[in-house]
């Protein structure tokens, strides 16, 4: 009867220690690394891949190599494989006739603030840009063509302000944007100096955001108007397309 007993609570142990790993392993969205010359099963490689999960399971590997600003990052660190453990990702709802794959790579990240890059993987090619540095990505919108999308970064002044800037993006080459107005680009694109509570495409080259009505970004201002009515104003946004 005792040796049933002993019998009985090792598998229950046994169980839960099973249990536990199992939600361990499920329970983390993080990026892996491998070495190829470590895993016989694979060519003798030293390249280093990370290894992004979809939702619904897949996985995607990217030669860390075929990111050059990341890959430089990574080298300047202390501790690589800790800085990649830390590395947060995006897949994005972008879409183009290509069926190509959008991901955005979180990296550097302080308590709320990461540098930002944007991944494409079409057909095999794997190109990327750098957007955001040490600042807060809030949202992302794809133009109706889908050739442009628009991204949306906040840097935070204390505790109550939030300054904000837009990005746009040719996703077919790979490149920044900027406004027709150098005065809206410099309002608006180049700097976070504005709130940005709202953006949104008229058309394939036009952005309509909605920021604060006030005459003055300064500090003492913005703190007002976050703690007042927060009154709005409509501020369009001709995005300037060279290669077009």
């Known amino acids: 009867m005792r040796l049933l007993k002993k ?4 598998s229950l142990v046994t169980m839960l220690i099973l249990i536990v790993i199992v939600i361990i392993f499920f329970s983390k969205k993080e990026i892996g690394i491998t070495n190829k010359e470590e895993n016989d099963s694979l060519s003798k490689v030293n390249d280093e891949e990370l290894f992004l999960f979809e939702q619904e399971g897949k996985e995607i590997s990217i030669p860390i190599k075929s990111i050059p600003v990341y890959e430089e990052y990574l080298n300047e660190q202390s501790d690589r494989n800790l800085e990649i453990q830390r590395t947060l ?3 994005l709802d972008f879409h183009d006739s290509a069926g190509s794959t959008y991901i955005l790579l979180k990296y550097s990240c ?9 991944i494409k993987l079409s057909n095999e090619i794997i190109s990327s840009i750098a957007l955001g540095y040490g600042s807060i990505f809030m949202e992302a919108k794809q133009s109706p063509n889908p050739n442009y999308a628009a991204f949306l970064y906040g840097q935070n002044e204390g505790n109550q302000v939030l300054r904000n800037n837009l990005l746009a993006v040719d996703l077919r080459r790979m490149k920044l944007l900027t406004a027709i107005n150098n005065e809206v680009a410099n309002n608006y ?8 509570t709202s953006f949104n495409w008229l058309n394939n080259h036009m952005l309509e955001i909605q920021t604060a009505d006030i005459l003055n970004s300064d500090y003492n201002a913005l703190l007002n108007w976050y703690e007042s009515s927060m009154k709005t104003k409509e501020v ?6 060279n290669d077009e």
């Not at 019998?7 to 090792?10: C, D, E, F, T, V």
Request: charge should be negative; glycine fraction near 4%.
């Open 110 to 118: 302080g308590t709320k603030l990461c540098s930002t890059l944007l």
């Open 89 to 91: 990702y995006d897949f």
């Open 7 to 10: 019998a009985i609570l090792i």
């Open 189 to 196: 694109i180049d700097s976070a100096i504005w709130p940005i």
């Open 236 to 241: 369009q946004i001709e995005i300037q397309d």
